[in-house]
């Protein structure tokens, strides 16, 4: 496989999807709950971003927004889950997550792969028939035993970037979109918020909810903004069913 | 043996592109141009063809390539080459020879994962005789990292017959979905024979 | 917008970049003009400087959990060691990954995470040849490029959708190795990191000899570096009828060095040699270079030879072969004919295994692969006594299994 040509599509994908200010689109198990009552979740290495949109098209990386939204995104994901029943602890590196720390990496590894085959067969088209009703794929059973060994219920993994041209955010353009087609993206011109999430269950080593979100608007520097990000990322998490479950606004 | 390619990707974008993957029911079934006769016990994906594939190959997947892969090579002849290439291409798998020693086999296929998949660390762990379509074969198990850091094994099992190559292969995560394959696959090597 | 899915494949393009298209000719830079811009302890002020060091930190995170990092104490202190003659205190502000990468390449990113691919290694004939490289990447870095590059290439317009598109359809293209790794964090910083201008490139070659020459390290090594980097893509084109292309893009290419960089090498080489004056002994330390890479010396041919680029394999192995062969060398040799396997391979690959076995170091693979060569010769006693051979040295060979069996038919 060429997993690299394999993301490339993906980066067309992610950008056809967007045809409301703000999208996103959840995929849960069959038999899904969000997590409730007493529970322990463990954020794995969350991967949070924001730079500045330069005049051609490049984004230069901002260490204050970064930290700024990254301060912001953890305390938001740490007050949603506490409303719910959930005691949140964050691993910023690997070694904070606690356990084996080469079985972790290894589990970061592959969520990576599980989280792009995600992507491929459920977001982007590239349909597996045996998959077609049912969202299915586990880390294992290294993914218990890490999550017996730290004590956790559950493992987020999350991924946000946010980006700001300097004149303010500024339209998608739809050209830039289409060039994705050909697998090379061009950047938009115009700032555009990008995460998505996946929730694994450490009791079964599944992962049991994955959502993408596209947005135009919003500021994750700020604490409202990164609340909603948030929110819309996570908060809205559907029970499952067989399919997909979408939404924009 | 196979790739997914961005040709194929963008296409199965397209509104009304109509190639994908197909089910392959767990029921006897020909594959790789009916060049061998499987028996699958569990439902599998059927990977369509593309232009980086060799038309004797055919490839299947339980949970996505980047997870799990099950490759098929059939009567492939002497002098050709498991994977597609071009005579111009700095590095090649070395082709396939009626006459190739086990360890030129091993060697070919290792070439073929350093080459084509991107393994930039390969370990052979076994290389031991047994059956396959009922002729004395090779069975090979190896592990391998590529560049996206994910540790995988794999096991390729091939015998030559009537100097052609016959070849079925699982490769896979280390963690979790090549173990879960496993038994699959050894059932279906176990079923496998030549029409 | 997910930048990981802008495709740039810089993989053919080392951090030695250097672009061959035809353009006026720079002036030579001299490498007594050139004074570091960063000392040891720098920290960065600017913001878009801490931007670039905050996205290098999270590269650099996830290169230290890589897989594919050689962890050998020795060989990383070796290394180390030719890092802090050149740098001096600055040494102790890097921090060095020796990665297992089959292609030529090495890197000094301005947080001082400095990155040599096992590919390197592989071809250096001795340690002034090493610093060479270390020293044109140390330019980059005590120079502070990546910033200068950055602030050019943000302001250019048109830069991030031309260079985005192109190297797309490159061979290769798979994984996320730790360019794509850096790709995704931001494909812009990506670029200021490792794609430089052929100025920029310039003054690393120059202050890259400045720092040889302090250190005592014949200059001449760095010209002869990039000599060879050539003649191995001269030898990878002729063995497939192909064109030798300075700047062809193949999957193994670094941009060779244009006919002007040679010259201004060898040029400014002689100066500081000519400068130095008689007192001056310049060594390149091949002793202590051969010493440290031989426990490492399988390891950097096998992932050489497998991938069977015929030409580049017979010139590697007969230029490490001028300090003399040895059995591990002829093993390779007859790996890299019999992979070759043109009219006649077959044959001179049993010769060189013959003639590998006959040196104490020639490792158990090689009478594996002579006992395999004299049985497809026809010539089954030598061929059994050289399998049984193998087993007797390596009881526990992966394939002890399909060996026992060959000699049990």
Not at chain 1, 206 to 221: A, C, F, M, Q, T
Not at chain 3, 50 to 56: H, P, S
């Amino acid at each position: 496989m060429t997993p690299g040509r394999v993301l490339a599509a993906f980066g067309a994908a992610v950008l056809l999807l967007v045809s409301a200010c703000t999208y996103t689109r959840q995929l849960a198990d069959v038999g899904f709950r969000p997590p409730s009552g007493n529970y322990r979740l463990i954020v794995m290495q969350p991967d949070i971003s924001v730079g500045l949109l330069t005049a051609g098209g490049a984004v230069e990386p901002n260490e204050e927004w970064t930290n700024r939204a990254r301060d912001n995104v953890l305390k938001a994901i740490v007050a949603q889950q506490t409303g719910r029943g959930g005691e949140t602890t964050v691993a910023a590196t690997r070694a904070e997550a606690g356990g084996d720390p080469a079985q972790v990496s290894d589990l970061i590894n592959l969520h990576s792969a599980v989280g792009n085959s995600i992507k491929l067969h459920k977001y982007f088209g590239l349909t597996l028939p045996t998959k077609k009703d049912r969202f299915d794929w586990s880390l294992g059973d290294e993914a218990v035993a890490f999550g017996a060994a730290t004590h956790n219920d559950y493992a987020l993994f999350l991924h946000a970037e946010d980006s700001f041209s300097s004149g303010g955010r500024v339209a998608v353009q739809i050209a830039g979109m289409l060039s994705c087609l050909a697998g090379v993206c061009v950047a938009p011109a115009g700032g555009q918020q990008l995460a998505f999430a996946s929730l694994v269950d450490l009791k079964t080593g599944k992962v049991v909810w994955y959502n993408v979100l596209v947005s135009e608007v919003g500021d994750i520097r700020t604490p409202d903004g990164a609340t909603k990000m948030v929110n819309t990322l996570l908060d809205k998490m559907k029970p499952g069913k067989a399919g997909a479950t979408g939404g924009g606004t | 043996m196979r790739r997914l390619t961005i040709v194929f990707t963008t296409c199965a974008l397209l509104a009304g592109c109509v190639t994908g993957y197909e089910l392959v029911s767990p029921a006897t079934v020909t594959v790789a141009k009916n060049s061998m006769r499987v028996r699958p016990s569990i439902s599998w994906n059927k990977a369509p063809s593309g232009p980086y594939d060799i038309p004797q190959e055919e490839s299947w997947t339980e949970n996505g390539p980047l997870l799990d892969r099950l490759e098929f090579i059939g009567a492939l002849p002497s002098g050709q080459a498991i994977a597609k290439q071009r005579p111009k291409d700095d590095r090649k798998v070395p082709v396939f020879r009626a006459d190739m020693t086990p360890q030129d086999l091993v060697s070919m296929v290792e070439s073929y994962y350093r080459i084509k998949l991107d393994a930039k660390i390969f370990e052979s762990t076994s290389v031991k005789p047994v059956t396959f379509l009922g002729k004395p074969g090779v069975q090979f198990d190896y592990n391998f990292v590529s560049s996206d850091e994910v540790k995988r094994r794999g096991r390729s099992v091939f015998a030559v017959v009537d100097g052609k190559l016959y070849l079925t292969s699982l490769d896979g995560a280390a963690l979790h979905y090549f173990e879960a394959a496993l038994p699959e696959f050894e059932a279906i090597v176990a079923s496998a024979s030549i029409p | 917008m997910d930048s990981s899915h802008r495709r740039l494949v810089l993989r053919g393009l080392c951090a030695c970049a250097l672009y061959a298209t035809a353009r006026s000719a720079l002036a030579r830079v001299l490498p007594s003009q050139l004074t570091p811009l960063v000392s040891p302890g720098y920290k960065p002020t600017d913001t878009d400087e801490r931007g670039i060091w905050q996205a290098c930190d999270r590269l650099e995170e996830e290169l230290a959990a890589s897989n594919l990092l050689v962890r050998n104490d020795a060989l990383k202190a070796y290394v180390r060691a030719v890092t802090g003659r050149l740098l001096g205190d600055t040494a102790a502000d890097l921090r060095l990954y020796i990665v297992r990468n089959p292609e030529f390449n090495a890197s000094m990113a301005p947080n001082g995470m400095t990155i040599v691919h096992t590919g390197l290694l592989a071809r250096m004939r001795n340690e002034a040849q090493l610093a060479a490289v270390i020293g044109h990447e140390s330019g980059h870095y005590l120079l502070r490029h990546s910033v200068r590059n950055w602030r050019d290439l943000k302001r250019k317009s048109a830069t991030m959708a031309v260079l985005a598109i192109g190297g797309a359809a490159a061979t290769g293209g798979t994984g996320t190795d730790w360019y794509d790794i850096a790709n995704a964090i931001n494909t812009a910083i990506l670029l200021s990191l490792f794609s430089f201008s052929r100025e920029m490139e310039s003054e690393a070659d120059a202050y890259g000899l400045k720092l040889m020459a302090a250190a005592h390290y014949p200059p001449a090594a760095a010209a002869q570096v990039w000599a060879q980097l050539i003649d191995e893509r001269k030898a990878s084109a002729a063995a497939r009828k192909k064109q030798y292309k300075d700047k062809a893009m193949s999957i193994v290419s670094t941009h060779p060095p244009t006919a002007e960089r040679m010259t201004d090498l060898t040029q400014s080489a002689a100066e500081l040699e000519r400068a130095a004056g008689n007192g001056e002994h310049f060594d390149n330390r091949r002793t202590e270079w051969l010493a440290a890479v031989a426990p490492v010396r399988s390891m950097l041919l096998d992932e050489q030879i497998k991938l069977n680029d015929a030409g580049a394999s017979l010139y590697l192995l007969g230029s490490l072969a001028q300090d003399g062969w040895d059995g591990t060398l002829r093993y390779y040799e007859g790996e890299a004919y019999r992979l070759r396997d043109e009219p006649g391979d077959g044959a001179r690959a049993a010769d060189s295994y013959s003639a590998a076995i006959r040196f104490s170091d020639a490792p158990p693979e090689a009478y594996r692969a002579h006992g395999y060569a004299e049985l497809k010769a026809g010539r089954t006693e030598e061929g059994r006594r050289a399998l049984a051979r193998y087993l007797e040295l390596e009881p526990n060979a992966a394939d002890a299994a399909m060996v026992h069996f060959t000699l049990g038919q």
